[in-house]
């Protein structure tokens, strides 16, 4: 692909939070930006904000005039865009250059120094903290980010080009497009089983991302997952590890033991040791560039975080609302533990819109489990994004096997309504899919309850 001899840029889910980092990096470079999607989203509102166009309807006449120009259009679709989409198969059939996402990441990475971070879970918020951190000690970076971070307002970010941080996403073995210098590797438990299968081919696919990497690079591993590389943990023996955890003011105060010796009193903001994970990932792949340990430990304090990852709305003497994007039991359980550390003896209630109705087949035990521990629960209808309806698999099956008597399903329109009346000091939702859009309305229900 030759992106010189390219001026326009069309993408089919240009409302995705990775294709939308991709379309305003297209934009700042000076190509023609347009797209569809199938909802309007806060994400598109900003993407016309910045100029660029997009429409809600699969209709060819929708599509600018210019943008159907095969020689100088170059279109980017997303794996969730059905085969049977109209716009998508004009422009196959028509022979235009199209490219997955993952494969245009790639492209434009490949000739940069690639900081790549893959998992099941923390990847968003562990390559949002790496770009934070790169950015605060002055490195010249693009970063091309799954979620929004709070420090600088977007998914997107560029400083320069010598450096690149991209999420290598295990979906679809997109991030077998990825050649990384450094790679990063959070976590590996079962999830796309729709993609997958099985646990072991995901593993298998984490294998053959790890070979991508460039002659030289290095790969940092979570203390236990069973593959060959630099290690980081908690409280073990791992060769970047954290030590000696304090809480101070709803802050971590820590040590960090790396190969080249000892800081300590690192701070760091985001609760739940999760985060501390994520936090010491980044901070031990950032190190690799000869930036001075202590400057990065310094620019780990200032992280905002990553919304809709325990992001709080609401942080009051008699209330709190945090929302958080967890839509797999392992990060169910994360949250969990985060909120009864912050907040050991209120009663919690739990808002879950499951995502995907594969997901909550394959997982129903397991979400069931991590649901019951909270004190109150709420759910909603599955969101079920690229996926038909799988007969029996309903929120009111999972429902159904929550041990817990403080349980409820609703649908979305009585959220603001229920809430009011909830006796709960804290209050979360949870989930991947739509439920994002419907804070901005429960926490103006909690703030006027009476």
Request: with cysteine.
């Amino acid at each position: 692909m030759n992106l010189k001899n390219i001026h326009n840029v069309y993408f089919l889910g240009i409302g995705g939070i990775g294709m939308s980092a991709l379309a305003r990096y297209f934009k700042f470079i000076g190509k023609n930006v347009a797209g569809y999607d199938k909802t309007p989203s806060e994400i598109t509102e900003g993407l016309q904000s910045a100029g660029m166009y997009v429409h809600f309807d699969d209709n060819l006449m929708s599509i600018p005039a210019g943008f159907k120009e095969k020689n100088k259009t170059l279109i980017v679709y997303t794996p969730a865009i059905p085969k049977d989409h109209g716009e998508y198969n004009y422009f196959k059939d028509n022979g235009f250059e199209i490219y997955k996402r993952a494969q245009v990441l790639g492209f434009i990475t490949k000739d940069s120094f690639c900081f790549a971070v893959a998992g099941t879970h923390g990847k968003t918020t562990t390559s949002s903290i790496l770009a934070h951190i790169l950015k605060e000690t002055g490195m010249p970076l693009t970063a091309f980010l799954g979620g929004v971070s709070e420090n600088f307002n977007s998914n997107f970010l560029t400083e320069g080009d010598k450096y690149t941080v991209v999420e290598a996403d295990e979906f679809d073995r997109s991030f077998l497009h990825l050649f990384p210098d450094i790679a990063c590797v959070t976590s590996m438990d079962a999830d796309h089983l729709d993609i997958y299968g099985e646990k072991k081919e995901l593993e298998k696919s984490f294998i053959e991302f790890t070979k991508k990497i460039k002659p030289g690079g290095k790969l940092f591993l979570r203390k236990g997952i069973p593959l060959e590389g630099i290690t980081y943990g908690i409280e073990d023996d791992s060769d970047y590890c954290i030590k000696n955890i304090k809480i101070k003011n709803a802050t971590y105060v820590f040590d960090v033991v790396t190969p080249f010796g000892n800081i300590e009193g690192v701070k760091f903001n985001k609760p739940g040791q999760h985060n501390l994970l994520n936090a010491l990932a980044a901070f031990a792949m950032a190190a690799q560039i000869n930036v001075p340990p202590d400057r990065l430990a310094m620019a780990l304090e200032s992280f905002k975080g990553v919304k809709r990852r325990f992001s709080y709305h609401i942080q009051t003497e008699y209330k709190v609302y945090i929302d958080d994007y967890a839509h797999h039991p392992t990060e169910i359980e994360a949250v969990y533990h985060a909120v009864k550390e912050m907040y050991p003896d209120k009663k919690v209630l739990a808002i879950f819109q499951p995502h995907l109705y594969s997901r909550t087949r394959d997982f129903i035990e397991d979400f069931a489990k991590s649901l019951s521990k909270f004190d109150e629960i709420i759910l909603l209808d599955i969101y079920p994004a690229r996926e038909q309806p799988i007969e029996g698999v309903t929120s009111q099956w999972l429902l159904n096997k929550i041990n817990n008597p403080n349980k409820q399903l609703i649908s979305k329109d009585e959220l603001p309504s229920v809430v009011k009346h909830t006796s709960a000091f804290v209050i979360l939702t949870l989930g991947a899919g739509d439920i994002g859009e419907e804070v901005k309305k429960i926490k103006e229900a909690l703030l006027n309850e009476n």
